[in-house]
């Protein structure tokens, strides 16, 4: 079958064009903006990205179009596949009967970490000889790819309560049907889609409903928002973690950074960890991924070895590259509780060095100004905040950073950016980039500038 993905170049569309290529399938696809690692995976996997939307990408008339959820009616590419009566269906629907149907799925949900613990739980499963398959929205550093099949019965998916494609308003998680769920965290996020809180707790809700009672919910035992869910009704055995008194515990971190820790299991001796991994936030992961696996049968000394050899995700809080004695990290971080948390891990990592933050207020929520009174707070652990403002931004971001507590800095350009950074930076500092875009390739131009 000749399949085209538009919106190919998303982690999620493009983890699915893997997927159809393994499967077998002849798989193409459009995007408007293409960068690394989606466009380096797809062009690995032989899979033809094609720029920009215009209708004629479609002139090889494929079999069937799966519609992201980035495009919407007036689209060139949407409007020739309305016109011309091509098949189409949404990336989470053709997901669930292609790949998730005779699977036993493990699904990570929640507004942060679903990545990181999608891909613990994905490394933990394949250290325990399960095979798993899985589609993750970042790029798991022990696998070096999205997505896979897998051989075995397990399939561990990141889902995300976003909306499916322009026909299809449902949050995708609701195709996936899992075995087990893990909810790392709910907070309000998506602006765009959702009124309110509210709206999202009943979205959760809905996928709660779809766990059948002989699976298992895995929630983080101190959010209070999980817990409202949860008292919507639930007709699954729940284990927490996190919690005092919960059944998966994170003990005193012998290291300030969390780099190493003790997991405990009620009725269980106590577990050491030892990985390469910052933060208490990762921790609280790695128990979510531990305890995700233990659903499944895998004994916990065993994940928990797993988790030693654990390389981490590309794009959180990624070493890449140092000049001079100047390190640069690259992460994903755009919603103020996941900055403050990174931000967070690498100081208690480096103790009293400088901190510079680089920061692109990218996501939609963001530009809608719904965070715009945590964001400050959110960047008291660095020693320097640069933040780009972005174009058409329509609330005032100078006067947002005005109570930072920290010195924050408004710019305009990328290139003023880069000049800043690099007047500023010296010998011993750290230099954290933070977007869920591109960023206009700043990670190695500021590397190079550095040079």
């Known amino acids: 079958m000749k399949i085209h993905v538009l919106g190919i170049c998303g982690t999620f569309m493009g983890g699915l064009a893997l997927l159809a290529r393994e499967l077998g399938h002849t798989v193409s696809g459009t995007d408007a903006n293409t960068y690394p690692p989606m466009s380096l995976l ?267 050899q654990f390389r981490g995700v590309q794009r959180r809080l990624q070493l890449i590259g140092t000049r001079h004695g100047i390190t640069v990290y690259d992460d994903f971080a755009h919603h103020p509780t996941a900055i403050q948390a990174t931000l967070d891990a690498l100081r208690r990592h480096v103790g009293s060095a400088r901190i510079i933050a680089i920061l692109e207020p990218r996501s939609n929520t963001m530009k809608l100004g719904v965070h715009a009174r945590e964001l400050a707070p959110s960047l008291q652990a660095a020693d320097l905040a640069l933040v780009l403002r972005p174009p058409n931004l329509g609330w005032d971001l100078e006067q947002a950073l005005a109570g930072a507590g920290t010195r924050c800095e408004v710019l305009d350009r990328i290139d003023d950016i880069l000049t800043r950074a690099t007047a500023y930076c010296r010998a011993g500092d750290h230099v954290l980039i933070m977007s869920n875009g591109g960023f206009g390739g700043i990670h190695q131009r500021l590397l190079d500038a550095l040079q």
């Open 42 to 308: 797809l062009e690995q996997a032989g899979i033809r990205v094609l720029e920009g939307y215009a209708a004629s990408n479609l002139d090889e008339q494929p079999d069937l179009v799966v519609i992201g959820n980035a495009l919407s009616r007036g689209n060139p590419c949407v409007e020739h596949v309305l016109n011309a009566g091509l098949p189409y269906i949404s990336g989470p629907q053709w997901l669930r009967e292609e790949v998730l149907g005779n699977r036993q799925v493990l699904a990570v949900a929640g507004t942060h970490g679903k990545s990181t613990t999608a891909s613990i739980l994905a490394w933990i499963l394949d250290f325990a000889g399960r095979q798993p398959g899985f589609l993750i929205g970042a790029v798991p550093r022990n696998f070096g790819v999205s997505a896979r099949l897998g051989t075995g019965d397990p399939f561990v998916i990141e889902a995300d309560e976003y909306d499916c494609a322009f026909f299809d308003k449902r949050a995708k998680f609701l195709h996936y049907r899992p075995k087990t769920l893990i909810i790392n965290n709910i907070e309000f996020d998506h602006a765009d889609i959702f009124a309110d809180l509210a709206a999202i707790r009943r979205e959760f809700h809905h996928l709660i409903r779809t766990v059948p009672g002989s699976g298992r919910i895995i929630c983080n035992g101190a959010d209070p928002e999980i817990a409202k869910v949860l008292s919507m009704g639930c007709w699954t055995p729940v284990q927490h973690f996190g919690a005092d008194g919960a059944e998966w515990q994170i003990l005193p971190a012998a290291s300030p950074d969390h780099s190493g820790f003790s997991l405990r299991q009620a009725g269980a001796a106590d577990i050491e960890v030892h990985w390469d991994q910052l933060g208490h936030h990762n921790a609280l992961n790695a128990a979510a991924a531990v305890a995700g696996a233990h659903a499944l049968g895998v004994d916990p000394v065993v994940a928990c070895a797993a988790l030693g």
